[in-house]
């Protein structure tokens, strides 16, 4: 991979970020969920004068970091978190295997 997420990042997320991770690798590995991305990443916009918090530059460093990955990198990533937060993972194979059919 050439940037890996630091998985040392999502111990320091509070319970709704993670689950906002949740839902943006969800969305990435499902193509056709392209309006719950584009939802996500205008939730991520900054307004004017207020700088962007550590977690929304983390994010826009994972969206740009996922977006550079070869199908297998990103494969290799899931693998990772796996090992690394298995009840995360857990939740995002569910997630993804509850998106089957739904058009």
Known sequence: MSEPLPLHWLSGWAPAQREQFLRDLVDKAVPWKVLPLLEGLAGLSVGPGKPPSIFECQMRLWDQWFHSWSEAE???????????VP??????YQEVAATAGKA
Not at 87 to 92: E, P
């Open 74 to 84: 990103q494969n290799e990533f899931v693998g990772q978190l796996e090992e690394a």
């Open 87 to 92: 009840d995360l993972a857990s939740r995002f």
